[in-house]
């Protein structure tokens, strides 16, 4: 429809506007958002580790304790991005996902040469750094494109973390159709698509992001809920073929029918967008042409008017740009009110974020534990190979719901009712208790229930505390403080999955191999059937994860007078005055820019002046 409007045109004319405006929607914020989208979509690789676990176990002869170390170490490197966030404060965030890109790459492309044995056998500590410089790119991605897309849409921030996390959590069930399409059921293979695609997708947009000027827009949250409802489908079309592949066997056609579904799906949100800036587009132009006419008239009505008495002054800078700012090591334990900017060390050693961080540690660790053994768990279990594969689409679609509903719903309550996002991280904490007790008791197909619910919970989990930080504690740094906040995730997950879950995995195998009378070899790998293997476990993951929610509700007390006040309110007041200010700039150049189209006009004006006179004479 946009095409066909601007190609109406007379002759060269179509096409010249055909080329503004893609220059102006490939240089947009929404066009930034969508490229976003993509990005994240190709981010959720750490996620599906459940998927090749086995491999790399089986295929090195690692036990259970070497799995979930390599297990901690992917995580540790997913959510260690305080580097990423320190690099950057200080570059433009095309560095920071090119950077990125290349450590996808490098990372499980070596992982992919150690499982396939092209290379020789690779040591326990060479696994975990590879594992972990591959899944530090996640990190990088987050904060090249999530950060930027949050400074971006300041006044949004709740729904553009929920939408975007949405995407990173969906990536586990995309992945899983494309890999089925590309290379059927080689599960190793998997691991190598990990390494290129999402490199790919960086690339392809490394220049497209890049903080730009925030503008006010009416309907700014309607185009989110567009996008919200597109992702619903896409959600649902997956789950719908999840349950068609478990029921059914897909034959590779079939494999390829999906795949190409899932990836228009992906792409649909590129017509909202470029629909949205076709109209932006043509109020800007016939508001240049308004003010150009305007300006003329004031200009012709005014000649004695010249470009210097047209120029205005530059904006002064107010009081705040000439405050000046105290050593960051003065002022650590004097921090401003909840909402203002705060320095880094302020915001680590604050009392709010201590919480914050054992509160999700508990939370976070405990269901990322059961997301990476969900294959142990349901081979220990009986279940077939092919409901472990369903287990994990399922968690990757449920961790997309809680992300996006978290994200929009505690935007609209907060917005609406005052409802503050740290309660809700409180209840999110107590419902995650369920999903650990399923998998404790192990009763018949509970692991399906245990799937959803811990998908969802550890999904809606991270836009609550990423729109946390940003309210308390300011955007000025959030690039630094939005990793920080993300490396609770590998302590609770080292506590939780490498000391509790696998130590107690590997002395319940032990003892079932001993009862057997069978002595264990060198590099056998160490396997245990039955419910007791994660019982134990998962009972004391399930009271860590209520220590952490109880400690959570300390922060509710803490930040109930804060969440009752117009949190946005400073931000909306300093936006204004940059508005005005620019406002300002504008008016100063499109004045010099009329006067120039005066002297222009004026060029040609005395000869028709002279004719007209000797006319009058005659």
């Known amino acids: 429809m946009a095409v066909a409007e601007l190609s109406g045109g007379r002759g060269g004319c179509g096409w010249r506007e055909m080329r503004g405006f893609g220059l102006h929607a490939f240089t947009s914020r929404w066009f930034m958002l969508f490229a976003c989208i993509l990005i994240m979509t190709a981010a959720g690789a750490t996620y599906i580790f459940g998927m090749y676990s086995n491999d790399i176990k089986s295929s090195l002869g690692f036990d259970q304790s070497t799995l979930n170390l390599i297990s901690f170490s992917k995580d540790l490197g997913g959510n260690l991005g305080v580097i990423s966030g320190l690099i950057n404060e200080i570059t433009p ?7 990125g890109a290349l450590m996808n790459f490098f990372g499980y492309f070596m992982i992919w040469l150690a499982v396939t044995a092209k290379i020789p056998k690779p040591h326990v500590w060479q696994m975990c750094i590879c594992i972990a410089i591959g899944a ?3 990190s990088f991605a987050n904060t090249g494109a999530l950060v930027t897309c949050v400074k971006n849409f300041p006044e949004s921030r709740g729904i553009v973390l929920g939408l975007l996390k949405g995407f990173v959590g969906l990536s586990g069930a995309v992945f899983t159709q ?19 695609l999402p490199s790919a997708v960086s690339f392809v947009f490394l220049r497209t992001i890049r903080i730009m000027k925030v503008v006010r827009q009416e309907n700014e949250l309607k185009i989110f809920y567009k ?18 592949q478990n029921r059914l066997t897909f034959t590779r056609l079939e494999y390829h029918v999906s795949a190409s579904i899932v990836v228009v799906l992906i792409f649909l949100p590129l017509l909202v967008i470029l629909k949205e800036e076709f109209t932006l587009w043509k109020f800007q132009k ?6 150009k006419i305007i300006q003329l008239e004031i200009i012709s009505q005014n000649p004695q008017t010249n470009g210097s008495s047209s120029s205005s002054p530059s904006p002064q800078p107010t009081s705040t740009d000439l405050r000046k700012s105290d050593s960051c090591f003065q002022n650590i334990f004097k921090p401003p009110e909840r909402g203002e900017n705060y320095t880094i060390l302020q915001a680590l050693f604050s009392v709010d974020m201590l919480i914050l961080f054992i509160s999700t540690s508990c939370g976070v660790g405990g269901t990322l534990t059961a997301i990476d053994n969900l294959g142990q768990i349901g081979t220990s279990l009986g279940y077939p190979t092919q409901s472990i594969s369903t287990f994990v689409s399922l968690v990757s679609i449920w961790n997309y719901l809680g992300r996006v509903v978290a994200g929009f719903s505690s935007e609209i309550l907060l917005t609406k009712y005052k409802f503050p996002r740290t309660l809700m991280l409180t209840f999110v904490l107590l419902f995650s208790c369920v999903g650990h007790l399923l998998i404790a008791f192990a009763v018949s197909n509970s692991l399906y229930f245990a799937s959803i619910v811990i998908g969802f919970c550890f999904g809606a989990q991270w836009p609550l505390m990423f729109a946390i930080i940003s309210e308390i504690f300011g955007l000025k740094y959030y690039s630094t403080l939005y990793n920080f906040g993300a490396f609770a995730s590998p302590v609770g997950m080292y506590i939780l999955s490498v000391k509790v879950a696998g130590s107690l995995y590997d002395k319940e195998a032990m003892k079932q191999m001993k009862a057997l009378g069978h002595v264990r070899k060198a590099g056998e790998e160490l396997s245990c059937n039955g419910v007791h293997c994660y019982r134990i476990a998962f009972l004391v993951i399930t009271a860590a994860t209520l220590f952490g929610c109880l400690v959570s509700v300390i922060l509710v007390l803490r930040t109930r007078e804060f969440y009752k006040g117009d949190i946005y309110k400073r931000f909306r007041q300093a936006m204004t005055t940059a508005e ?3 406002e300002t700039e504008t008016e100063a150049v499109k004045g010099r820019d009329g006067v120039a189209q005066l002297n222009r006009a004026e060029a040609s004006v005395p000869a028709k002046s002279s004719v007209s006179s000797s006319m009058d004479d005659r």
């Open 93 to 99: 965030p095309w560095v920071v996902l090119l950077m």
């Open 580 to 582: 005005r200010e620019m």
């Open 178 to 196: 494309i890999y089925h399409s590309i290379y059927g059921n080689n599960s190793k293979s998997l691991i190598l698509l990990i390494a290129w």
């Open 227 to 244: 996008l919200f409802y597109l992702s619903l489908g896409l959600a649902g079309f997956l789950m719908l073929i999840i349950i068609l």
């Open 136 to 138: 530090n790119s996640q």
């Open 286 to 291: 016939q508001t240049l042409e308004k003010n």
